[in-house]
């Protein structure tokens, strides 16, 4: 594993962590009084799909690697500007559509876990097509979000909910330069 392999992996997950740091400042935002030992379950779920998903996208990605090989970095490149795109999107819409919601009921969470996810899917996708490994990726992805999780609670608690939104737009930002960087290396190396 190389320096730059663990700069990209790690950019990478803090570009897809931006989504489960958004709902965990609403979190904080909805549920003012959270503490400490009930925001770990929340942070643990998020991680957990966040680190899941890729693998799904992963093994996807092996099995059709073969048959997209030589568009293989076109294709990683779009699912991870698409990805961007929407976070940016989503980050971009206005404020007042946050919806009150109690973070602490299991079908809440589990459907916060699985939405903020998807785009990790994506990107597990994209490492299949690339052959990239995916336990170290996955581990960061994991660690990453349970920190970003619980501290987006605690910032919840204190901070705007315009900050979270403009996370979802730096986050975006990291996913799309992500996919012009792999893009960049199959084209011109």
């Known amino acids: ?88 999107v989503e980050g971009a819409k206005p404020d007042g559509t946050l919806q009150s919601f109690d973070p602490f009921k299991v079908r809440i969470i589990l459907g916060l876990s699985i939405a903020t996810s998807i785009d990790a899917l994506v990107v597990g996708l994209s490492f299949g097509f690339l052959e990239l490994p995916i336990l170290f990726p996955v581990a960061i992805i994991g660690a990453v979000t349970f920190l970003a999780s619980m501290l987006g609670m605690l910032f919840g608690k204190y901070i705007p909910a315009k900050c979270s939104k403009q996370s979802l737009i730096l986050g975006g930002i990291i996913l799309i330069a992500i996919g012009i960087k792999i893009l960049v290396e199959h084209l011109f190396v």
């Open 1 to 88: 594993m190389s320096f730059i392999q663990f700069i990209t992996f790690f950019l990478i997950g803090v570009g897809l962590s931006f989504d489960s740091f958004a709902v965990s400042v609403s979190c904080g935002l909805m549920r003012q009084e959270i503490r400490f030992k009930q925001a770990i379950p929340i942070a643990v779920s998020l991680a957990f799909f966040q680190a899941f998903f890729p693998v799904i996208g992963w093994l996807a990605g092996t099995t059709l690697h073969k048959l997209i090989y030589s568009v293989d970095h076109w294709i990683a490149f779009g699912l991870l500007a698409l990805t961007g795109i929407k976070m940016m």
